[in-house]
């Protein structure tokens, strides 16, 4: 007698998170031992630093450094146990990984909003190779597609003297904060200007 056919098994719906994961784990699969790494701010850029700080404890890779792009990678990357330096000691990276905020179909890309730009264009412009990680969720037809914004960020120092002319200019453009009713977010001590 033949087997009962068996139904198929019901196809894993996985979360926005796990996509993430599986992307940043296999950016990590061009991490090898010995390389300074630039070391992204945000979710994607958090699993990578997880799936790193995990090889390094299981010694299938070695002698890493990490360069973060903001306070919050580097206490995330000190608590899993990555050696970090910084851009004065290493002026060259050899990978950095990081996720995007949106990419339209001509690759150019928005990075920054989560208020790391600064940080993440220095560390990221001295990299050998650079993966950003772009989930469907970045993908837009035309920058400012996801209804985010393009950041500017503004160093606190005399940054009065820029609302006269140049704030004021863009001020149409201007995307509310609505959590702090103001259109700076303040992160790593810069104000986050956000236009759209
Ligand atoms: O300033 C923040 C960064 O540009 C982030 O890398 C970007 O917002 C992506 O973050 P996430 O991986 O959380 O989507």
């Not at 007698?1 to 950016?27: G, H, N, V």
């Not at 940080?119 to 037809?141: W, Y």
């Not at 700076?184 to 986050?192: C, G, I, Q, T």
Request: charged letters at 25%; one cysteine or more.
């Amino acid at each position: 007698m033949e087997a009962p056919i068996q139904a198929p098994p019901p196809p894993t719906i996985l979360t926005e998170d796990e996509l993430k994961k599986i992307d940043a784990y296999k950016a990590v699969e061009f991490v090898e031992s010995g390389m300074v790494l630039g070391l992204g701010t945000g979710s994607i850029a958090k699993h990578a630093d997880d799936r790193i700080a995990e090889l390094l404890h299981q010694g299938k890779l070695t002698n890493i450094i990490g360069i973060p792009t903001s306070k919050k990678t580097q206490e995330q990357a000190i608590s899993l146990g990555i050696p970090l330096s910084d851009l004065d000691k290493h002026l060259i990276l050899d990978l950095a990984i990081d996720g995007a905020d949106e990419v339209d179909p001509y690759l150019n890309l928005v990075k920054g909003c989560g208020g790391s730009l600064l940080r993440e264009k220095m560390v990221e412009s001295a990299f050998k190779k650079f993966i950003v990680i772009v989930d469907q969720t970045k993908l837009v037809k035309n920058l400012g597609g996801t209804g985010g914004a393009v950041p500017i960020e503004v160093v606190p120092f005399c940054w009065k003297l820029l609302k006269p002319g140049y704030i004021d200019c863009l001020k149409k453009n201007l995307k509310l904060d609505v959590s702090r009713n103001f259109v700076f977010v303040e992160r790593m001590e810069n104000h986050l200007l956000l236009t759209i």
